[in-house]
């Protein structure tokens, strides 16, 4: 017995407008094929309608790599940042945190207190001195404002990539990336010190990733700006009131990780790879980072941390992540090793009374077992 009742039907006009849609339709694909062809246009949507799906196929391996492990590991700020004006977490959620603070001890009670205290800028300020909040307010909105360029970069890049999967590796990172930049927006200021601009060094560097074209822009962002980001956040994270930067560690490994993962599912071209043009550009997209280094190199001496060490660590990765991608250089890896060295050396022995020649290359500035667990994961070498 059906639950509708049926209503008559015209078979003729329904086989008319199925000629006339066939006919629309070859037309209008073939118009956007054509004007695709000579480059004026055609059509935008990189979407296989026809299989239900975007172009390059399914690629699950990608979307359970990324997308469905993102999910997995999605924080919320409400719980981790507590003292935050994040109101993010499901009544469910809400619920489970209340029945495991009953369960707290006394020096759990404590601590969570501490984290959670509504008065955070009263607990920094404890903490850390003027100085030290200023310094680390600026280290800190030094990648900020990397997040805000790795959010706009994502959502373009978006619309490059192929298949099911890659897309939603991609959507998977937008929405981190805008988690990001809000919340880690909110911790800058509640070290209650002014929050600086973007330095002309940075500005060039996240312009230039910026302007990327195509899938290049996986070098300039997820390799590039994620790298230091992912070095930064490992840095920081064991410092009192940063704990919660463990977890944007743990985001952006994945981060980096994906264009390794999506490259092996869609393999780069010899050219591209190679590309004599292709390797200067990219070269010179890391240029503007070195003076960066000097930029930040008083603020990471107030939290004892050594500038060229710092840029060393980082170069390192960025250079074997390149190299296992294949995004490759002008120069081999030791080539590139030796060029940075005698960089920072010569500027050492330039501002530092007694420098002595270091590898700097050798450099480690990711502190916590877990966190250098994670980047050894990501870029399958044994860090220094």
Same mark, same amino acid.
């Given at each position: 017995m059906s639950l509708f009742k049926k209503l008559p039907k015209n078979q003729k006009v329904i086989e008319n407008h199925e000629k006339i849609e066939n006919i629309a339709n070859t037309l209008v694909r073939s118009f956007d094929s054509i004007m695709g062809t000579i480059g004026l246009g055609g059509r935008k949507g990189n979407y296989d309608d026809y299989n239900y799906q975007f172009?390059?196929?399914?690629?699950?391996?990608? !979307?359970?790599k990324h997308y469905d492990k993102s999910l997995k590991l999605l924080w919320k700020a409400q719980e981790h940042a507590p003292w935050s004006s994040f109101d993010d977490c499901t009544n469910g959620e809400v619920e489970l945190i209340q029945l495991?603070? @009953? @369960?707290?001890?006394?020096?759990?009670?404590?601590?969570?207190? !501490?984290?959670?205290?509504?008065?955070?800028?009263?607990?920094?300020?404890?903490?850390? &001195?003027?100085d030290e909040r200023k310094a680390i307010a600026n280290i800190l909105a030094l990648i900020g404002h990397g997040e805000a360029y790795a959010w706009m970069v994502s959502t373009e890049i978006l619309n490059e990539v192929k298949s099911t999967g890659g897309r939603a590796a991609l959507t998977a990172q937008v929405l981190e990336e805008a988690k990001h930049f809000v919340v880690l927006r909110e911790i800058v200021r509640a070290f209650d010190v002014e929050i600086p601009r973007l330095s002309a060094w940075e500005y060039v560097l996240l312009e230039?990733?910026?302007? &990327?074209?195509?899938?290049?822009?996986?070098?300039?962002?997820?390799?590039?700006?994620?790298?230091?980001a992912l070095n930064l956040f490992g840095m920081l994270s064991h410092l009192p009131g940063l704990e919660i930067?463990?977890?944007?560690?743990?985001?952006?490994?994945?981060?980096?990780?994906?264009?390794?993962?999506?490259?092996?599912?869609?393999?780069?071209?010899?050219?591209?790879?190679? &590309?004599?043009?292709?390797?200067?550009? !990219?070269?010179?997209?890391?240029?503007?980072?070195?003076?960066?280094?000097?930029?930040?190199? @008083?603020?990471?001496?107030?939290?004892g941390v050594d500038g060229m060490e710092f840029g060393g660590s980082m170069a390192r990765k960025v250079a074997n992540l390149a190299d296992k991608v294949g995004f490759h250089f002008p120069m081999s890896k030791d080539q590139f090793a030796s060029l940075i060295n005698l960089i920072f050396n010569a500027y050492c022995k330039t501002t530092r009374e007694g420098h002595e020649h270091r590898d700097f290359m050798k450099s480690e500035t990711t502190k916590g077992k877990k966190e250098l667990a994670v980047e050894k994961e990501v870029f399958r070498f044994k860090t220094a």
């Open positions: 172009f390059g196929g399914e690629k699950d391996g990608l !979307r359970k495991a603070k @009953s @369960s707290f001890n006394e020096e759990e009670k404590k601590e969570y207190q !501490r984290i959670s205290n509504s008065d955070y800028k009263d607990f920094l300020k404890k903490t850390y &001195s003027l230039r990733g910026f302007k &990327s074209k195509g899938l290049e822009k996986f070098f300039a962002m997820n390799v590039v700006v994620e790298g230091f930067l463990r977890l944007f560690h743990l985001d952006e490994s994945r981060h980096t990780a994906l264009p390794t993962n999506y490259f092996k599912e869609f393999p780069m071209s010899f050219w591209e790879k190679h &590309s004599p043009i292709r390797r200067i550009r !990219r070269f010179s997209l890391i240029l503007p980072a070195l003076p960066v280094f000097v930029q930040i190199e @008083s603020d990471l001496a107030e939290i």
